[in-house]
Every structure is written in structure tokens, then in C-alpha cells.
């Protein structure tokens, strides 16, 4: 089935440790996305990438960085320089630009981090 | 840039009975679309119901259907013959139109947590 896999589905940082949250997905989009989302609240864009080897800063870039070297992937790092990097992460991805539909994002179902 | 707005933190209802979430945005472009997303205590974000603001007539998913205003710029998701199941946070979103400012990126409200009382 297709779909989109985040891994791992929780993850401990330690202070001052910079850790990679992973994000494939098989349903051949072309644009995949980084969200944060905090304890009730909404979503919020950290990175998006439309195609292979570009990516644009969403609204909350600082202290995050992000590749995408393949089309199935987009791996999430959070920086050191992220102070407050406790919150639960979604990755989502679609093909927007295909049949000029905007087809809606599909996500994934999350990584919690919380820092040591 | 952007924003959506629900007003309504949390809402209840009982089983069988009919409810409606309130979403407002703001924006200057002429054509976009909206989405309701439904997140379950699983925390997976599931698709509800999608709008396209240059059609006039609201749509409707099953039990789902919009209120959709262009003129006000108010978006509401009414449930209807509620279930158990539907207890969940829900989120409208916005983007743009294709060559829009904000096309494939969404923007999310603060969310509304609905309950579902048997």
C-alpha cells in the first residue's frame, strides 16, 4: 500500500545533540513537507520541498535544516541551535502542480521528540 | 500572508445529533481552497472534506458538509448524525490557487476539539 513512513515514532535528544527525523514516502509525489505541531495547538510549516534538490524555509525554519536528494525522501534535522525542540513532527507530501487539482496533502503519522 | 481563525477551542455533542465548527480566514487572493482535517487522539491527520472557492455550491462528504461564504470569508464543517468515532481535533486549512502565493503549502487554524458524548 502507499503511503508515508516517519521514523522513528519517538526520539530523545539530548542537550546540545542534533537529531534526524526520517520521512519516505511511495505515492510518487513531488512536493513533501515538515510541520510542528505543538500540545493544542495547529500546525505550523518548518520546510517544504517541491522537487528534488530544492527546498524552501516554511514559518518556523530557525534551527532546523533539511535534503532531498531522492524523491521519496525528506529528512528533518533538528539543530542544537533549536532550543525548544519538544513537540510532535508530521511530514506530509502531494504532487500540487499535478492536473492543476491541488491535490490534497497526505501525512504521515508523526514522530514525538522530546529532549532529555 | 494567510490566516485561519476557529474560535471555538472545544465543543461537545451527543451521539445521533448534529454539529458545526466554525473557521474563518483571511486573504486577498480571489481563489484558493479550503480543507477540514480530522485528528483523532492516534494523531494521524486524516483528510475530511475539501473546498474549492471558485465553486459556489458547498460540498459534502457523507455525514460532512460545508457552510461556505466567499463574501465573509467563513468556512464551517457541520456534522451530522454524530458518532463516537468523530471525536477528534479538527483543523481548516487554506492555500492558495495554482500560482498563488501559498499554492501546495497549507495553513492551519488553532484547531477545535470535538467530543462525542454517548
Known amino acids: 500500500d502507499g503511503g508515508i513512513t516517519q521514523s522513528p515514532k519517538y526520539l530523545f535528544r539530548k542537550e546540545g545533540q542534533n537529531v534526524t527525523l526520517s520521512c519516505e514516502q511511495n505515492l510518487n509525489h513531488d512536493a513533501m513537507y515538515w510541520y510542528r505541531q505543538d500540545p493544542g495547538q495547529g500546525l505550523r510549516l518548518i520546510y517544504y520541498s517541491q522537487i528534488v534538490n530544492d527546498f524552501q524555509k516554511g514559518d518556523i525554519a530557525e534551527g532546523y535544516s533539511v535534503s532531498r536528494e531522492k524523491k521519496e525522501s525528506f529528512p528533518l534535522t533538528v539543530t542544537s541551535a533549536q532550543k525548544n525542540p519538544t513537540a510532535f513532527y508530521l511530514c506530509a507530501s502531494n504532487s500540487p502542480y499535478r492536473d492543476n487539482s491541488n491535490q490534497p496533502q497526505h501525512f504521515g503519522d508523526g514522530t514525538r521528540l522530546s529532549i532529555l | 500572508a494567510q490566516t485561519v481563525t476557529q474560535s471555538q477551542p472545544e465543543m461537545s455533542v451527543q451521539e445521533a445529533e448534529t454539529v458545526t465548527l466554525s473557521c474563518t480566514y483571511d486573504?486577498?487572493?480571489?481563489?484558493?481552497?479550503l480543507f477540514w482535517y480530522k485528528q483523532p487522539p492516534s494523531r494521524q491527520m486524516i483528510l475530511v472534506i475539501r473546498?474549492?472557492?471558485?465553486?459556489?455550491q458547498n460540498a459534502t462528504e457523507n455525514r460532512f458538509s460545508v457552510n461556505f461564504q466567499k463574501a465573509a470569508k467563513s468556512f464551517s464543517l457541520k456534522i451530522s448524525d454524530s458518532q463516537l468515532g468523530d471525536t477528534a481535533m479538527y483543523f481548516c486549512?487554506?492555500?492558495?490557487?495554482?500560482?498563488?502565493?501559498?499554492?501546495?503549502?497549507?495553513?492551519f487554524g488553532q484547531g477545535t476539539i470535538l467530543t462525542v458524548h454517548p
Open positions: 486549512a487554506f492555500t492558495s490557487r495554482p500560482g498563488g502565493t501559498s499554492y501546495g503549502k497549507l495553513t
Open positions: 473546498q474549492e472557492a471558485y465553486k459556489q
Open positions: 486573504t486577498s487572493e480571489s481563489n484558493y481552497y
